[in-house]
């Protein structure tokens, strides 16, 4: 798997959004990038789980 960087921010998005998506991640006790994995996985996308991922290499 080749691993490529998008630019991935939050200021286009409306505060409450970002503030939401933030608070939802520590309820569930995880990062952004890890909720961000979450919902695309919940939504059918096939991301291994997050423990398993080496972010260098991927």
């Known amino acids: 798997m080749q691993r490529i960087e998008i630019d991935y921010q939050t200021q286009d ?3 409450f959004v970002v ?3 933030s608070n939802r991640a520590k309820e569930l ?3 952004k990038r890890e909720y961000l ?3 695309l996985r919940e939504d059918g996308v096939d ?3 997050y423990h398993l ?4 290499k991927l």
Do not use: C, K, S, T
Not at 53 to 56: T, V
């Open 37 to 39: 994995y979450h919902l």
């Open 53 to 56: 991922m080496d972010g260098r």
């Open 19 to 21: 503030e939401a998506f």
């Open 13 to 15: 998005l409306p505060e």
């Open 47 to 49: 991301i291994p789980p």
């Open 29 to 31: 006790d995880m990062n």
